[in-house]
Structures are given as C-alpha cells and as structure tokens.
C-alpha cells in the first residue's frame, strides 16, 4: 500500500497563502496577550479586568465561527479569505481612535472587530487545508500549517516586547502611541494581502471528506460499529466531544498565555521586555512542538500523541503553581511544547469521515475557542492573590482533552 502524499504539486501556490494566513492571525492573537500587561500599566486596571481582553478576542470567535461558515460554504473558500482579511483590517485601524481616546472598552472593540477577521479566516483554513490532498494526510497538513502559525505566536510578543514595551520611556509613561503605530501597520499589512489574493486564482476542490460512503464499518480492537457519515453533526459523537475538548483547550491555551508575563514579572523578577522575549521563547517552543508532532504522527496515532502530550503539561502546571523559581518558570515555557498540537489534532480529528457536514463541523469547532474567553478572567481572580497558583486551574482542562484522546475521538454515531 502506497503512502499517500502530503499535497498535490497544482496545490503549493495556494497552500503557501492560506499557511501565511496562519502566520498573520497568530502575530495579532499573541499580541492581546502583550496588551493584557500594557494596559494593566497604561490604563491602571486589575489583572481580572485585564482578561477580558480575551474575552473580546474568543467571544468574536464564538459569534463569527457558524456565520463564517455558511459564508464560506455558500460563496467559496477564496470570498471567505476576503472576507476575514477584510474584518481583521477594519478591527486593526480602529485602535486609531481607541488609542485617541485612551478608552479600554473602546480597544475592546477594536479587538473584536479583528477577532471576527480571524473567527473567520480561521473558520476558512482548516478545512482549506484539508482539502489540499488525500485526507489521510489531513492530521499533517493541518499541523504542518500550524507550525506556521507557531512562527506567528513568536513574532507577536516580541513585536510587542519591541515596540509596546520597548517604547515606554519611565514607569510614568501612559502613552498609546506605540499601540495605535503598531496596529495601523497590522491594518496596511492585512488589506494589502487581501488584495493580492483577490488576484489569485484558487482552482475548484472537492472536500475529500465528502467523498467517504455514507455508511462504512469503523473497527478499533475488537469493537466494531456501523457509522453513518450522513448522520446530522448532533449525532456524531467524536465531534460533539472535539467541540468539547477544543473549548477546554483553549481555554487553558488562553489563561496560560494572557498571565505569562505577569508570572515573570512578580515570581522572577524580570522585566516586561524581558518577559515578553521569555514569552515569545515559550512560542518558539510551540512551533517546535509543532514540527516534532508533524513527524511523529507518522509512527504514533494523533490521540495517542495527544494524550501524551496533555498529561505531560499536567505535569507541567503542578510545577509551575509551586513557584520553584528557574525550575517553574522553565516548566511555564515548556507548556507550549505540548500545547502545540492540541487545537490542530483536536480539530482534525472532530472532522473525521463527517462527509458533507465537514464544513458546518468546522464553524463549530472554531466557536468553541470561546473557551478562551472563560479562563483569563477566572485566572485573573486567582492571579491576584499569587498567579502561581492560577496555572492550577488549566489541569482540569487537561483532564478533560485526555478523556477525549483516549475514549471519544473514535467516529461513532449516537443511536
């Protein structure tokens, strides 16, 4: 038997923009984190307050995730890039007037308005990438761009550390001016690219997925259960759990970023700036993560590669929450190292043999990074009285996404 290719060469051209587009969306996601501590400073509100940075950003993801869907399942992949590059642009030139105003809720909005930008080109992504090929090599092609957007998580916090921290001059500086510079460039940046992919062709494609029988015998050891791939997504149970992991994921995914630098700040001692290039070291160890899970995945199966990698990061946020100087905020920078392939392999694994019903699935799965939007807060509240103790909270999330990985990732049907 034949291994089945990564991606046809007609394809390199366009794969290469959608993975830019992964680069582009994390700078921007990786840059709020930044924010959170900025304007902790700038704007003199509580770490709690803080986290609802998140919540605009993962809220927008929550309400975008099924109308970006049914845009892109009605007008096609390329509008849908348009689109999203559109919305991110629009949300990146309102902080123009959000800095003018020094207003929080005013950058939350702006944050919001990119996010949904995001939501979207996220929403379009994912199964873009799986149709790139054979969808036996989906698991890969989704991890292989994420890598890619591992490279945009380093960017973000050291562009941030760079010219938001980097700018201010004296602990009395409440200048916005680095923050409204910055994103402004975001903005020019994002409408130039849709522009150019205005102009390029993408050729038609037929969903692999949606080439599966709709009725097919699914053996894992010595259970056997017929599935019906046509079978609404309410009834797709390895689907309704990935909805659910993917929530916890991201929900520990955004606490542990969003208090990162604050961790460096109070327990090392360190300095923003520095902390912000600790940060952006953590991201290069999720891009890391995401190279190493691209290749392993082709002697270990995803879930079982996800498990490992999730009670790993248990591990990890035990030692973080004792405050063991050097040996905790290491184990903080390693949480990205087995974070990486949670949200692709989760994802891909969610859309497994659901035929047409691919595309709707996907919106799904990008609405629950809403997750994102429940944890900063609540860490927010622990992180007050010592933001050690707050990395405690995300184990129950890795809890969840174990049970996952290794009893409801299976493609089954409910009766």
């Known amino acids: 038997m ?10 390199y051209l366009i794969l290469s923009f959608v993975i830019s587009l992964f680069f582009f969306w994390a700078v921007a996601l990786t840059m709020g984190d930044v924010l959170n501590k900025h304007f902790q400073n700038v704007l003199n509100i509580s770490k709690s307050k803080s986290g609802y940075i998140q919540l605009s950003i993962f809220g927008a993801y929550a309400l975008m995730g099924v109308p970006a869907g049914i845009f892109m399942k009605k007008y096609g992949y390329k509008l849908g890039v348009i689109l999203g590059l559109a919305l991110f642009s629009l949300g990146s030139f309102l902080f123009i007037p959000a800095a003018n105003n020094a207003s929080f809720n005013f950058f939350r909005f ?3 308005v990119m996010a949904l930008g995001m939501a979207t080109l996220e929403t379009v992504a994912h199964p873009f990438v799986a149709a790139l090929g054979d969808e036996r090599t989906s698991d890969q092609r989704v991890n292989f761009a994420q890598s890619f957007n591992g490279l945009g998580a380093i960017v973000g916090p050291l562009l941030g550390g760079i010219l938001i921290f980097g700018s201010v001059k004296n602990a009395n500086d409440n200048s916005l001016d680095s923050v409204k510079y910055l994103y402004t460039y975001i903005g020019i940046l994002i409408l130039v690219l849709a522009v150019i992919f205005s102009f390029i062709k993408v050729p038609d494609l037929i969903d692999p997925h949606a080439n599966e029988d709709s009725n097919e015998d699914i053996t894992s050891g010595d259970e056997t259960a017929e599935y019906n791939s ?10 309704i759990a990935a909805v659910v992991a993917q929530f916890f994921n991201i929900a520990a995914q955004g606490g542990t970023w969003a208090y990162f630098i604050n961790y460096g700040v109070e327990k090392m001692h360190l300095a923003e700036t520095e902390a912000s290039y600790y940060f952006s ?11 190493l899970g691209t290749f392993l995945m082709r002697f270990i199966a995803p879930n079982k590669l996800l498990a490992i990698f999730t009670f790993c990061n248990i591990i ?8 063991w100087g050097w040996a905790s905020f290491i184990s903080l920078i390693g949480l990205n190292l087995f974070l990486s392939i949670m949200y692709p392999t989760i994802f891909s694994l ?3 043999k659901l ?15 809403f997750g994102g939007a429940v944890f900063p807060p609540l860490m927010g509240y622990i992180a007050e009285k010592n933001v050690a103790h707050a990395y405690l909270l995300p184990i129950l999330c890795y809890a969840v996404i174990i049970v996952f990985a290794i009893k409801f990732y299976k493609p089954k049907t409910f009766k």
């Open 2 to 11: 034949s291994i089945p290719k990564f991606t046809e060469k007609k394809y």
């Open 110 to 112: 702006a944050l919001f």
């Open 230 to 239: 046509k079978a609404p997504l309410w009834k797709q149970r390895h689907f």
């Open 281 to 291: 070291l953590s991201m290069a160890m999720m891009m890391l993560g995401r190279f």
């Open 316 to 323: 990890l946020c035990l030692i973080v929450a004792q405050s």
């Open 350 to 352: 969610g859309l497994k």
């Open 355 to 369: 035929g047409t019903n691919t595309q709707n699935a996907s919106s799904f799965l990008v609405m629950a990074m």
